[in-house]
């Protein structure tokens, strides 16, 4: 398998702020060291609890924090510390899903708008051919015609969150983070929403960042797995292995804390 | 039949304005018996919630209610009226989102020694003490400190703790949960239930448990009932419904689970 994404020894620190007035300022050392691939076509999770770093690193791969030590390498590129204002054709190839679509879209444009945007930036389309894109990507994900013109709160959650998938589709993403994408859903409608995320990804190849704090989940969508604790992957492998087998304390910890039948 | 600790019969709960009232709860019959954990599972929008809030007696203004709620054989409203049963000494309440379930102003200490000070009028020092033996045996290492910090000093679980005492402080006969883990880590979540069903079981409460997660039934409840679309679809021992579910509603929910689903292979072998 080729891989796509390479994380290499990454590093972020926050700083916090001197507790007294002439105190040194204090940092907070997010990530550590961390190093992950992610390849063609593949899903690989990471699962931690807050303050665990996983939401950090996915801001790292989007551009949207810098690290202070390591790199990223994106389909052979290096991409570390790239402006993806000024790199469109890296910002095009890795897009996210973020957990609340309520909050992720903007509740005064009507969703197909929404679906669409980034044509107006990543290509010179007409209103009426957006329109038309913007049907087929919704879809390809289980909205009909008729959700077109529908704003966001009219919309239910699951299908707020395919709004938010076809919306990241758009621009032919080779790598998409996933946010906790179905943690703010009732269990029959994250049961769906899982399904059509196994669906593109064996329709198109894109390759997932699946970061969240729900070990089932992550067993069901993932390859691979990558158990993160306080900015450091604790242990990393095959899916079913992770949670059926942990070998570090901290893994068999969690697995074992996730209520489940018959467990 | 024996009358139960808890006894709902055909409850119907409305809600919304006059012109666009909507049936929410639409005639549920339930029993909690003394020292249960019965579980109340469904999806968002279900009437489980409202369930809770019509049996506190905290409805929306403007609900309408029609059914009976009866609390060891008596109607549950008139003696909360009357001030046979209270909320709080009696039946206690543990929220879902610990932040704003406490006051932000007071210190947690306050806040936990108000009700014995009320209903029981001990002493400032007599209900710290009950309050900081209490916080003790929800396993809280530090119980002074957390006795004198602001909600806002304390971790989730902590906060979680605090209320779950509370909610023990009075030893009531029965504890209402509303999805008191949603907001909790995995392993926080499971150091608060098991902290839940120890204590309940210990002083012989019984805990009316609502929740939308299946494998937290199955740890915690004695019996479930399952609520879809404001009707109760299934119930029975916990254990029996949810390892093999007679009602289509009930074997969806199960078969949505994520780890039912299996797993994914290693793609292209590298």
């Known amino acids: ?11 972020v620190d926050f700083s916090l702020g001197s507790q007294t007035l002439f105190g040194g300022r204090r940092k907070l050392v997010a990530l550590d060291e961390l190093s992950l691939t992610v390849g063609e076509g593949e899903c690989v999770g990471v699962v931690g609890e807050s ?46 899903v973020f957990q609340d679509p309520s909050g992720s879209l903007d509740p005064r444009l009507p969703v197909w708008q929404s679906v669409a945007e980034s044509f107006e930036i990543h290509a010179s389309l007409r209103r009426s051919e957006r329109r038309d894109a913007a049907a087929a990507l919704m879809r390809s994900v289980g909205l009909g015609e008729d959700m077109l013109d529908r704003f966001p709160h009219a919309l239910s959650g699951g299908q707020r969150q395919r709004v938010a998938i076809a919306r990241a589709l758009a621009t032919k993403p080779r790598l998409i983070v996933l946010d906790e994408p179905t943690s703010a859903l009732d269990m029959t409608v994250q049961a769906q929403v899982l399904d059509l995320l196994l669906d593109i990804q064996e329709r198109t190849r894109v390759s997932y960042l699946l970061i969240t704090h729900d070990m089932a989940v992550a067993g069901h969508l993932c390859h691979r797995i990558a158990v993160m604790r306080s900015g450091r992957i604790e242990e990393s492998g095959d899916a079913r292995k992770i949670v059926t087998e942990p070998e570090t304390p901290y893994a068999r910890a969690l697995v074992n804390a996730t209520p489940r039948l018959g467990a | 039949m024996s009358a139960a600790l808890l006894q709902i019969e055909d409850l119907r709960v409305r809600v919304g304005q006059s012109r666009r009232q909507f049936e929410a709860v639409r005639g549920i019959t339930l029993r909690v018996e003394t020292g249960e954990i019965a579980g109340l599972i469904g999806e968002s929008g279900s009437g489980k919630s409202l369930t809770a809030a019509a049996v506190l007696g905290l409805l929306p203004q403007g609900a309408g209610l029609t059914g009976r709620i009866l609390f060891e054989g008596a109607d549950l409203h008139a003696s909360l009226r009357s001030g046979t049963v209270r909320l709080g000494r009696d039946i206690g309440f543990v929220p879902q989102e610990p932040m704003s379930a406490l006051n932000p102003t007071l210190r947690v200490g306050h806040q936990l020694t108000m009700p014995l000070r009320y209903h029981e009028r001990l002493s400032r020092r007599d209900a710290m003490a009950r309050a900081c033996a209490m916080l003790e045996r929800m396993q809280v290492a530090d119980a002074r400190r957390v006795l004198a910090a602001y909600p806002f000093e304390l971790s989730g679980g902590l906060r979680q703790r605090a209320l779950l005492a509370n909610a023990f402080l009075m030893k009531p006969k029965l504890i209402i949960a509303d999805e008191p883990t949603t907001a909790l880590d995995v392993t926080v979540q499971s150091e608060v239930l098991t902290l839940l069903k120890n204590n309940a079981r210990e002083l012989n409460t019984a805990v009316l448990f609502i929740t939308h997660n299946m494998g937290v039934v199955w740890h915690l409840c004695d019996t479930v009932n399952v609520m879809q679309a404001g009707v109760i679809v299934e119930h029975g021992r916990s254990r029996d419904v949810l390892s093999n579910p007679q009602n289509a509603y009930t074997q969806t929910l199960r078969a949505s689970l994520p780890e039912q689903a299996g797993y994914r292979q290693r793609i292209g072998a590298a």
Request: charged letters at 30%.
């Open chain 1, 51 to 96: 303050g665990s770093g996983k939401s950090t690193l996915g801001a790292c791969i989007l551009g949207l924090v810098d690290p202070t030590r390591g790199a990223i390498r994106f389909d052979g590129r290096d991409v570390t510390r790239l402006r993806r204002d000024r790199n469109p054709d890296v910002a095009k190839a890795i897009q996210i």
């Open chain 1, 1 to 11: 398998m080729r891989e796509l994404l390479n994380v290499i020894g990454l590093g």
